[in-house]
């Protein structure tokens, strides 16, 4: 018969399993943002948002908080260095006001979480309060993490474009719980909306690349005959 620890074990390793797919999900993200040089108009929120959850959560799996939390904190500490690593990409690829909020975000998290587990390591002095203050906060930082992609809302809106709202992490958001399932399905309709529109809009913009190139090269083309034609006058 299959202890109830071993039941429990082997659902924290799905969890795990699901939580990994989610933090991997931008990955085609930041592969266009590798290519492209630069993060154009994505919003760094749903990456900040996701590096601070998973702060919170190492916090919560500490053995002076909540002992014996070894998949916690494997999980969140693997989900720790994903977000660095795309923070650090944003921050390599971004410039001026978005690069200065991206870094006052990073300070005000890790100031926030050096404070939550100061104060709580002084103050609760049971594993019991410990966990219960953590919890709360995480499930609370959690709820943000999911809605995170929606920070993009009223400029899909205004532009009636998706092109910088997240597909990837909307879809893989569906996977983790009911909250995750709701932010996920506001995402998705939004992309159902305008969906159409953004192909129309990609497509514009490509017409009109090209018609700048095609310009560029009949002015430039036109100047070389101009020059040649006049070293041939002397």
């Known amino acids: 018969m299959i202890s109830p ?28 943002i590798w290519k492209k040089g630069s993060v154009e108009q ?9 590096l601070l959850n998973c702060m919170m959560w190492v916090l919560y799996g ?31 690829f971004s410039a001026g006001a978005v690069r200065r909020k991206v870094v006052l ?16 390591l002084s103050l609760a002095h049971t594993h019991e309060r410990r ?4 919890g709360i906060l995480c499930v609370l930082f959690g709820t943000g993490m999911y809605a995170a992609p929606l920070s993009v809302m009223k400029m899909v809106i205004q532009t009636k474009s998706v092109e910088y709202m997240p597909l990837f992490l909307s879809l893989a958001s569906l996977i ?19 969906f159409k529109s953004t192909q129309e809009i990609i497509e514009a913009r490509k017409r009109k690349a090209d018609q700048v190139a ?15 034609a006049g070293a041939g006058c002397y």
């Open 42 to 50: 994505y919003s760094p929120i749903p990456y900040v948002a996701t």
């Open 176 to 194: 983790p719980n009911g909250l995750g399932v709701l932010f996920a399905v506001a995402q998705l309709v939004l992309y159902a909306i305008y």
């Open 5 to 32: 620890d071993t039941i429990r074990t082997a659902i924290g390793v799905i969890g795990n399993g699901t939580a990994l797919v989610l933090f991997l999900s931008p990955v085609p993200t930041f592969i266009r």
């Open 214 to 228: 095609m310009t560029e090269v009949v002015v430039d083309g036109g100047s070389k005959t101009n020059n040649h």
């Open 131 to 134: 966990s219960m203050v953590v």
């Open 62 to 92: 500490l053995p002076a908080v909540h002992p014996h939390s070894m998949l916690v904190i494997t999980i969140n500490g693997t989900g720790m260095a994903i977000q660095l690593t795309y923070v650090t990409l944003f921050l390599l």
């Open 105 to 120: 975000l990073l300070a005000a998290e890790v100031a926030f979480v050096g404070a939550v587990a100061a104060l709580v």
